[in-house]
């Protein structure tokens, strides 16, 4: 099993920057890839940013390219998600999850976050 912490949501103004993380506990971090995804209520969950197990392929979301970063630490078992240039559109509840499929897709993921809120005021 795999349990995953995460943290670093709030409100925020446009225009101005999160960082969330990940912390993960259990099985061997990186053995997993990880990602982040979104989902307000009555709609379907959303892929925001993937990164494979060594860091070595990254994919983004159109919505969030050029504004966001994802980046793991596997020594410190946590991978992070660095928002900037926020828009209202942003706003959601935000999981890690960590998994050994295809990395864009949410069904390939095994092991799931609670979440955290990120609400972007304009």
């Known amino acids: 099993q795999v349990q995953l912490v995460e943290s670093g949501g709030g409100l925020v103004q446009a225009g101005g920057s999160l960082l969330l993380s990940c912390a993960s506990s259990g099985r061997t971090f990186s053995n997993y890839h990880m990602g982040w995804f979104r989902q307000n209520p009555g709609k379907d969950r959303e892929f925001v940013a993937a990164i494979t197990r060594s860091g070595g392929q990254i994919a983004y979301a159109d919505s969030v390219k050029g504004r966001f970063t994802i980046s793991r630490d596997n020594a410190k078992n946590t991978v992070y998600l660095q928002m900037n240039s926020l828009k209202p559109e942003d706003t959601a509840v935000y999981s890690c999850?960590?998994?050994?499929?295809?990395?864009?897709?949410?069904?390939?993921?095994?092991?799931w976050g609670q979440g955290t809120q990120v609400t972007v005021s304009s």
């Open positions: 999850a960590a998994g050994d499929g295809y990395i864009r897709n949410g069904n390939e993921y095994r092991y």
